[in-house]
């Protein structure tokens, strides 16, 4: 009996591992001069995550590229935050972040937009499980920076229920607000 729930255990924490998605983003070549020649090595970055709202980066370096890759997945898999979707499927709203000369603009989408973004953002986006979103990169490509700035926009978003908290009030006076607000918009765009 006791055999058989410690066997349950190790498929549960299998299937949770499981789950996760990881994508790979990047492979640099590095090359380090020392007095006898060049010692080649290779970094590597990753995204991880459920796909239900959690997602995390790292980095890892190497003298072999599936070593390098390990090593930035288990980083990835350690600093992974959860991020508020708004339906499972969007960004509840607009929000920009930046690292360096990196710059990234997030803006929501309506159902069926699908993930316009390149590069690194979009296996961001795929790992976190949003299906619907607009993203444009500005300044820098590097990937490294790429990555921050999407997680520092990403960090930025706030549910209804966050504000609601923070401001004392109910999660309907919020969102009612929110469709007041786009249905103004729409008359002054039909008038």
Request: glycine share 10%; net charge positive; proline share 3%.
């Amino acid at each position: 009996m006791a055999q058989a729930q410690a066997a349950d255990r190790r498929s549960n924490k299998n299937e949770k591992k499981d789950e996760l998605v990881e994508k790979l983003v990047h492979i640099n070549r590095v090359a380090k001069t020392v007095k006898g020649g060049r010692n080649m090595s290779f970094a590597a970055v990753v995204v991880v995550g459920d796909q239900k709202g959690r997602v995390g980066y790292g980095s890892g370096k190497a003298t072999e590229v599936p070593d390098a890759i390990t090593k930035a997945t288990n980083e990835a898999k350690k600093n992974m935050v959860r991020i508020p979707l708004r339906e499972g499927r969007t960004l509840h709203h607009d929000v920009a972040g930046r690292f360096g000369a990196g710059k990234v603009v997030l803006r929501t989408a309506p159902a069926g937009t699908g993930v316009i973004a390149g590069g690194p953002m979009r296996a961001i986006f795929e790992v976190l499980g949003v299906q619907d979103v607009v993203a444009k990169s500005l300044g820098s490509n590097n990937p490294y920076n790429m990555i921050k700035a999407t997680f520092n926009a990403l960090e930025a978003i706030n549910s209804p229920r966050m504000v609601a908290a923070k401001r004392g009030k109910k999660v309907g006076d919020i969102v009612s607000r929110r469709e007041n607000t786009a249905n103004a918009k729409l008359d002054k765009e039909e008038a």
